[in-house]
């Protein structure tokens, strides 16, 4: 396996997103996962039902021991929970992460619409997470919390994109899908000018962690020494027949196929 991937997320015990996702996806694309676990969820595609948090030293202590050893090619940080392990994991990203790429998926809410984030917590990531990574992954409800925009059309998607830039990302992937249309866009931002992927929707209700996904599977192409629209456009690819694959598990927003390129589906 090629490409090291160290995840800083929360855990989903229904295995459709947070680190069970992320692992799903690395391994499928041929990368090595390791993960350092932000939060206990309680969830299925139903919704979230409790959410326990992990102290921000023992988050900080899982970073360190993989760093220390196994090393990493790039990370991947999706739920992050509150603020205080916002700035712990910006601190391991100052020490650990200076030669290699972050992606950063600012997770706030739960495909059900529950919260999974604390109050502040957009701010500290634009402030202290935000200059610190390679690309940076909102959908528009996300980026609408980061940027202070209003997120809904493909001008609007490039216009936070813009502002992700100046906030100090690489880049930004302003991804469209919670907006309407039968066409989803994603709007790939950065310094030298945006990019637009089009992906006809599917009509599903097989939705639970598809920002997860994404953003390891941009992660692993990173990591394994894609340039970043390769990347990029990989993970999309990858997302959308994971989707479009989906085993329809689950009575709400059920999980993905991350195993198809291993012939599963």
């Given at each position: 396996?090629?490409?090291?991937?160290?995840?800083?997320?929360?855990?989903?015990?229904?295995?459709?997103?947070?680190?069970?996702?992320?692992?799903?996806?690395?391994?499928?694309?041929?990368?090595?996962?390791?993960?350092?676990?932000?939060?206990?969820?309680?969830?299925?595609?139903?919704?979230?039902?409790?959410?326990?948090?992990?102290?921000?030293?023992?988050?900080?202590?899982?970073?360190?021991?993989?760093?220390?050893?196994?090393?990493?090619?790039?990370?991947?940080?999706?739920?992050?929970?509150?603020?205080?392990?916002?700035?712990?994991?910006?601190?391991?990203?100052?020490?650990?992460a200076a030669d290699i790429p972050v992606v950063l998926d600012p997770?706030?809410?739960?495909?059900?619409?529950?919260?999974?984030?604390?109050?502040?917590?957009?701010?500290?990531?634009?402030?202290?997470?935000?200059?610190?990574?390679?690309?940076?992954?909102?959908?528009?409800?996300?980026?609408?919390?980061?940027?202070?925009?209003?997120?809904?059309?493909?001008?609007?998607?490039?216009?936070?994109?813009?502002?992700?830039?100046?906030?100090?990302?690489?880049?930004?992937?302003?991804?469209?899908?919670?907006?309407?249309?039968?066409?989803?866009?994603?709007?790939?931002?950065?310094?030298?000018?945006?990019?637009?992927?089009?992906?006809?929707?599917?009509?599903?209700?097989?939705?639970?962690?598809?920002?997860?996904?994404?953003?390891?599977?941009?992660?692993?192409?990173?990591?394994?020494?894609?340039?970043?629209?390769?990347?990029?456009?990989?993970?999309?690819?990858?997302?959308?027949?994971?989707?479009?694959?989906?085993?329809?598990?689950?009575?709400g927003a059920g999980p993905l196929n991350h195993g198809h390129p291993?012939?599963?589906?």
């Amino acid at each position: 396996m090629k490409g090291r991937v160290l995840i800083i997320a929360g855990s989903d015990p229904s295995g459709g997103a947070g680190v069970q996702a992320d692992i799903k996806t690395v391994t499928a694309l041929g990368g090595y996962a390791a993960a350092a676990i932000t939060a206990l969820t309680v969830q299925n595609t139903k919704g979230v039902s409790a959410v326990h948090g992990v102290s921000p030293y023992i988050v900080e202590a899982q970073v360190e021991a993989v760093m220390t050893d196994i090393g990493a090619d790039a990370i991947k940080i999706g739920m992050i929970g509150d603020v205080a392990v916002a700035e712990r994991i910006a601190a391991m990203l100052t020490k650990y992460a200076a030669d290699i790429p972050v992606v950063l998926d600012p997770v706030l809410a739960a495909t059900s619409g529950d919260a999974l984030a604390a109050d502040g917590l957009a701010g500290v990531i634009m402030k202290r997470l935000v200059p610190l990574t390679s690309l940076v992954t909102p959908n528009a409800p996300e980026a609408e919390a980061l940027t202070g925009l209003n997120v809904a059309d493909e001008d609007a998607m490039i216009a936070a994109g813009e502002k992700l830039i100046v906030a100090g990302a690489g880049a930004a992937l302003v991804k469209g899908g919670h907006l309407a249309g039968d066409t989803v866009k994603d709007v790939l931002a950065t310094a030298d000018g945006t990019r637009v992927f089009s992906h006809p929707r599917i009509e599903t209700t097989s939705t639970h962690g598809t920002g997860c996904t994404l953003a390891s599977a941009a992660a692993t192409g990173l990591a394994q020494g894609l340039a970043l629209q390769a990347a990029v456009k990989r993970a999309i690819d990858y997302t959308h027949r994971a989707i479009k694959t989906a085993p329809g598990y689950g009575a709400g927003a059920g999980p993905l196929n991350h195993g198809h390129p291993l012939g599963e589906g």
